[in-house]
T-cell receptor, first 113, second 109 residues
Framework: DAEITQSPRHKITETGRQVTLACHQT?????MFWYRQDLGHGLRLIHY???????NKGEVSDGYSVSRSNTEDLPLTLESAASSQTSVYFC????????????FGPGTRLTVT | AQRVTQPEKLLSVFKGAPVELKCNYS??????LFWYVQYSRQRLQLLLR??SRESIKGFTADLNKGETSFHLKKPFAQEEDSAMYYC???????????FGKGTKLSVIP
């Protein structure tokens, strides 16, 4: 069955380190998204991609970057982790013609100490 | 700018009581509205969308353009409805979703 996976599921890192969170989907969806979920803020869009080599900034993109070299993967990189980036990160994907329904991964809980 | 407001952070109801989770939006055009649900220890999943006008797990939501609302309703709450509920909006021609801050529904047995 097609699915969307994230790794690692839990990560603890130190301030200043570079961290990459993986997202892999086998739906063959063109659209992929990264969100962070914080208490009191809901889900906020970090970056998104509408296809290979396409990346766009979302609402809270500072300190994050993404790259899209193939359809299946959209890794999220924290260039220099900060304590404010402690959060739960969700990846999602959607097809072009799916009435905008997004399918979510299980999430990665990141703690920056 | 588009915005989704869910005024209640937490809503507690007794089993069998009616439920209404409020959602108001701000958008200048014709939006697509959705409700997503996140059960404990599970990933977010689509509950329903306004264009399909369907009932899922007994929940319904009607888009009221005059009041810019998309409230989620269920006549009789069940314990398994306890979860985090997010209202989301997508603008015309955009695949991005703008989420509200979410409402945690707790159904008391």
């Amino acid at each position: 069955d097609a699915e969307i996976t994230q790794s690692p599921r839990h990560k603890i890192t130190e301030t200043g380190r570079q961290v990459t969170l993986a997202c892999h989907q086998t739906w063959n969806h063109n659209n992929m998204f990264w969100y962070r979920q914080d208490l009191g803020h809901g889900l906020r869009l970090i970056h998104y991609s509408y296809g290979v080599q396409d990346t766009n900034k979302g609402e809270v993109s500072d300190g994050y970057s993404v790259s899209r070299s193939n359809t299946e993967d959209l890794p999220l990189t924290l260039e220099s982790a900060a304590s404010s980036q402690t959060s739960v990160y969700f990846c999602a994907s959607s097809a072009v013609a799916s009435s905008y329904e997004q399918y979510f991964g299980p999430g990665t809980r990141l703690t920056v100490t | 700018a588009q915005r989704v407001t869910q005024p209640e952070k937490l809503l507690s109801v007794f089993k069998g009581a009616p439920v209404e989770l409020k959602c108001n939006y701000s958008y200048s055009g014709s939006p697509e509205l959705f409700w997503y649900v996140q059960y404990s220890r599970q990933r977010l999943q689509l509950l329903l969308r306004h264009i399909s006008r369907e009932s899922i797990k007994g929940f319904t939501a009607d888009l009221n353009k005059g009041e810019t609302s998309f409230h989620l309703k269920k006549p009789f709450a069940q314990e398994e409805d306890s979860a985090m509920y997010y209202c989301a909006l997508s603008g015309a021609g955009s695949y991005q979703l703008t989420f509200g801050k979410g409402t945690k529904l707790s159904v008391i047995p």
